[in-house]
C-alpha cells in the first residue's frame, strides 16, 4: 500500500478481555515498530520485528503483551487480561531496513479503550 | 539511558510569522540521529526533518529548519512563514547509532509541543 495502516482505528473493550491489533507496513520494507502513546505523552517503543523475528522486545510492558509477524509484513500486537492502564493509541511504523538512522514511517494508530 | 526534553508544553504563532520549538536531549553517544516529526489530530506522524549529529551543517527543508548546538545537546525547530497547516503537536526525536549495531532503531520521543497557528 501507499502508507502504513493499522485496523481498527478506535477500539473500546472491557477489563479482562483480549485484544488484537493489526499493523499493515509499506510494501517492501523489511523493519517494522509498535510504540504506545499514553495521553500527554510522546511515543514509547515497545517492539521491533526485522522480517519475521522479533530483534527486540524490550519495551514490551509485561508478558500479557505479545506481537508477532508471521510472514515478515503483516504484524499483529496482542494484549490479554486487558486493564485500565492499557488505554493508549498504539502506534505502528516501519521502515526499509531498521538500519540507524532508517526513516520511520507511522501509521494513524489504533485508540484502544478499556473499560 | 537518552532522554529528551521539550521544555514548552504549548506554543503559538500568528500566520505568515516564525516560531522556535525548543528540544534537548541526554546521550553518552557521539553519533547519533535527531529527528522531529509533526503529529496533526490524525494521530498519524509525519517526519519534519532529520539531523544527523556528524553533520555540523543545520538541516533544512523548505521552511522548517534545525538549530543544532551538538555541545550543548540541543535541538531547535525553526518554521518560517507559518501556515495553518502547521498546526499539530511536534515531537523531537533521537536515535543511537553504533557502528557495531545495538538499538540503531530504537525512537526515544520528547513529550511534545502542541502549536497554535492564529489567523
Known amino acids: 500500500g501507499a502508507g502504513v495502516s493499522q485496523t481498527p482505528s478506535n477500539k473500546v473493550t472491557e477489563k479482562g478481555k483480549y485484544v488484537e491489533l493489526r499493523c499493515d507496513p509499506i510494501s517492501g520494507h523489511t523493519a517494522l515498530y509498535w510504540y504506545r502513546q499514553s495521553l500527554g505523552q510522546g511515543p514509547e517503543f515497545l517492539i521491533y520485528f526485522q522480517g519475521t523475528g522479533a530483534a527486540d522486545d524490550s519495551g514490551l510492558p509485561n508478558d500479557r503483551f505479545f506481537a508477532v509477524r508471521p510472514e515478515g509484513s503483516v504484524s499483529t500486537l496482542k494484549i490479554q487480561r486487558t486493564e485500565r492502564g492499557d488505554s493508549a493509541v498504539y502506534l505502528c511504523a516501519s521502515s526499509s531496513s531498521g538500519g540507524a538512522g532508517d526513516t520511520q514511517y507511522f501509521g494513524p494508530g489504533t485508540r484502544l479503550t478499556v473499560l | ?119
Not at chain 2, 504549548?10 to 540521529?33: G, N, P, R
Not at chain 2, 489530530?41 to 544527523?52: A, D, K, N, T
Request: aromatic share 14%.
Open chain 2, 1 to 119: 539511558a537518552q532522554t529528551v526534553t521539550q521544555s514548552q508544553p504549548e506554543m503559538s504563532v500568528q500566520e505568515a510569522e516564525t516560531v522556535t520549538l525548543s528540544c534537548t536531549y541526554d546521550t553518552s553517544e557521539s553519533d547519533y540521529y535527531l529527528f522531529w516529526y509533526k503529529q496533526p489530530p490524525s494521530r498519524q506522524m509525519i517526519l519534519v526533518i532529520r539531523q544527523e549529529a556528524y553533520k555540523q551543517q543545520n538541516a533544512t527543508e523548505n521552511r522548517f529548519s534545525v538549530n543544532f548546538q551538538k555541545a550543548a545537546k540541543s535541538f531547535s525547530l525553526k518554521i518560517s512563514d507559518s501556515q495553518l497547516g502547521d498546526a499539530a503537536m511536534y515531537f523531537c526525536a533521537y536515535s543511537p547509532f553504533s557502528n557495531s549495531g545495538g538499538s540503531n532503531y530504537k525512537l526515544t520521543f520528547g513529550k511534545g509541543t502542541l502549536l497554535t497557528v492564529n489567523p
